[in-house]
């Protein structure tokens, strides 16, 4: 009898580790996860008791064969209410709410954290040392065969391991979870349409640690996560790499990692309701302490794109003092606060740029900006910028430059993570901005260190100097909102003025143009959010159409309310901001002409100026009217074009 009492002990105890469950509920009760420690450590997700995530499976494999979450003995729960306002100095919105019901399961060598909020769940592991971490299980299971909108690695795809180099700039295939292209990874974020509801899958506060691939191997609906393994060796540099390639790698994720990240899904009843997320910047770090008062985000004149192509002057345009000269005259007449020198202003872009190339008096340059209150950005390498990355910050912050555009790291295994952390350290050390090009997309850091005031991982406007007519631009542009724009800021590099109607496009390196009209890449400034945004076209060009080159150099880069107020994924998206007392409204459009009625009572009663498409725009971009409508309150009805767009702003 004695042995049967203590079997049927221990089978209770075993039998009620494996039914332990945990259950957290967003603040607003809709939201539910649920997590089931036994055998396998899963976790699932419903609104409104529809299942979203079917039971997924969460654990971590050290080097030392030890795995955290399937049947750990949690030592203690703790659960919260977090309900929190945090100032945003540089981003979408002057003030972030963070409020969520939090879980943390407390081990001997780790705590397991999990966040629900009205809008997303997250979830991390997080060490109480350093450590080295082998495999890493990250599913989403999703209940049903949804469409997904998915940016497939579309570079080195020879195989799966190749894929970990790519420049994570990719348009979208659009189809069932279940159809996944099997030699293929994804890139995040990833949108899933869940019956009504949107699902966004990304990661946050990444900087010690790999980000995060997906994948599905076998036509089911479950979505696992991949991670590129430590770089070992490179391949050594020559003339012709930019990026820094791994060689060999590791058999490990991450080596001494003190801070894992969060692995985190949106989720929106309301398709309009993922385009005004912070969630990417709730989950960052706090900000770093020090002096902020220096930053200045704003616009920047933009050579590359538009080829230094500029005429009506009385010198050889090019990579020159002169050329660079007129951009500086151009921006500060216009109240355009930077001029970037791309590539070609170093005398060796690859080994040197401590000198400059003999056409540029770089000295001479920076001071005639800055006597007209304009500032100089030069572009680098990565690699070349890390391996002298102080001394690079002290020469040309000595020198009066304001900052750097980074380019080429097309990686995001755990060194070039620590990488971008470092080079924004250094950079904010010497009031340097950071503009992260060649990079994927962001991961929360920039609420750490608003310095960075810009990544890139977009398919962005600089594609159309190349991209061939098959390419879709325009729904891209209306699908970035709801997917790569969840992430946070993109540099996206719009502005152009030789606008092309659905049909006429046509890629042209010297001369480049957009799909879609001037309206649509006047509202794209007030739709995309990027701190330091781009002018891509000629001053030239700019200096011609006065109208739209005066608003846009108008439009702030960073906002104080940001309010999403009508959109559909792939189709159109309308988007509010303010700054100070102004208001800015833009619509964005795909290819089907549309109307809509916008209730915008909210905006000041008063006359508001209009850029809206003109009545031949279906056939010639450019086509545009400026007006004056006055707003009483009563809502609007606007016409939009094939790949249209509109803009309002009022006091």
């Not at 690695?153 to 979208?172: A, D, G, K, W």
């Not at 050329?323 to 606060?337: M, P, R, S």
Request: glycine fraction near 8%.
């Amino acid at each position: 009898m004695k042995k049967l009492s203590i079997f049927l002990f221990t089978l209770a105890l075993c039998l009620g580790l494996q039914a332990k469950a945990y259950v957290v509920t967003s603040p607003d009760g809709h939201l539910t996860l649920t997590l089931q420690n036994g055998n396998t450590l899963t976790y699932s997700v419903s609104r409104d008791n529809v299942p979203l995530i079917a039971p997924s499976a969460l654990s971590l494999t050290l080097a030392d064969g030890s795995v955290w979450g399937p049947g750990t003995r949690f030592s203690r729960v703790q659960r919260r209410t977090v309900d929190e306002w945090t100032d945003a100095p540089v981003f979408k919105r002057s003030r972030v709410r963070d409020h969520c019901n939090e879980l943390c399961l407390k081990a001997k060598a780790f705590t397991l954290e999990f966040r629900v909020y009205d809008d997303a769940v997250a979830w991390r592991f997080s060490p109480h040392q350093p450590v080295d971490v082998k495999a890493e299980e990250a599913t989403f299971a999703f209940a049903k065969d949804w469409n997904a909108y998915i940016p497939y690695v579309s570079q080195h795809t020879q195989t799966l391991e190749s894929q970990f180099i790519n420049s994570f700039e990719s348009q979208y295939s659009h189809h069932p979870l279940s159809g996944w292209n099997k030699e293929r990874l994804g890139f995040l974020p990833i949108t899933v349409e869940a019956d009504g509801v949107l699902l966004c899958v990304l990661d946050s506060d990444v900087t010690d640690y790999p980000g995060m691939f997906l994948y599905n191997g076998d036509g089911g609906t479950t979505l696992k996560g991949v991670f590129a393994p430590v770089p070992e060796s490179y391949v050594p540099d020559d003339e012709r790499t930019f990026q820094q390639l791994p060689a060999s790698r590791k058999p490990l994720l991450a080596e001494q990692s003190a801070r894992l990240p969060w692995r985190a899904i949106a989720v929106a009843a309301q398709d309009v309701q993922l385009a005004q997320s912070d969630l990417s910047w709730r989950l960052g770090q706090p900000l770093a302490p020090g002096d902020w008062s220096w930053l200045r985000p704003g616009k920047v004149a933009w050579d590359w794109w538009n080829a230094w192509n500029i005429y009506g002057v009385d010198f050889e345009a090019g990579i020159n003092t002169e050329t660079y000269k007129y951009y500086v005259d151009f921006a500060a007449a216009k109240g355009i606060e930077y001029v970037v020198l791309d590539e070609g202003w170093a005398k060796n872009t690859i080994f040197n740029i401590f000198e400059t190339r003999p056409e540029i008096d770089l000295p001479e340059l920076v001071n005639y900006a800055a006597g007209k209150g304009v500032g100089i950005i030069l572009w680098t390498i990565g690699k070349t910028l890390d391996r002298d990355l102080e001394a690079l910050c002290a020469q040309y912050s000595a020198m009066g430059v304001k900052g750097w555009k980074i380019d080429f790291m097309d990686r995001d295994d755990q060194a070039i993570m620590q990488f971008y952390e470092r080079a924004a350290a250094v950079a904010a050390k010497y009031h340097l901005l950071c503009d992260f090009h060649g990079a994927s997309k962001p991961v929360g850091l920039q609420r750490k260190y608003p310095n960075i005031v810009n990544y890139e991982g977009v398919y962005g406007l600089e594609n159309m100097k190349w991209a061939p007519a098959s390419v879709d631009q325009v729904t891209y542009d209306v699908t970035i909102p709801f997917t790569r724009l969840v992430a946070g800021m993109a540099d996206y590099t719009q502005g152009a003025m030789r606008n092309a109607a659905k049909g006429n496009y046509r890629p042209v390196s010297s001369e480049a143009m957009s799909q879609g009209t001037r309206c649509h890449q006047l509202a794209e400034y007030v739709v995309f959010d990027a701190p330091l945004s781009m002018l891509c076209d000629s001053p030239s060009n700019y200096l011609r159409e006065p109208e739209c080159t005066d608003w846009i150099a108008a439009v702030p880069t960073v906002w104080d309310e940001t309010l999403a107020l009508d959109g559909k994924i792939g189709e159109y998206v309308v988007l509010a901001r303010r700054k100070g007392t102004k208001w800015y409204v833009g619509a964005l459009n795909g290819w089907e002409a549309r109307d809509l009625t916008l209730d915008l009572s909210f905006l000041p009663k008063g006359t508001a100026q209009v850029f809206a498409d003109g009545v031949n725009a279906h056939r010639a971009g450019r086509d545009y009217r400026k007006s004056a409508l006055e707003l009483d309150g009563t809502p609007v009805t606007l016409h939009l074009a094939p790949g249209g767009g509109w803009v309002l702003s009022i006091e």
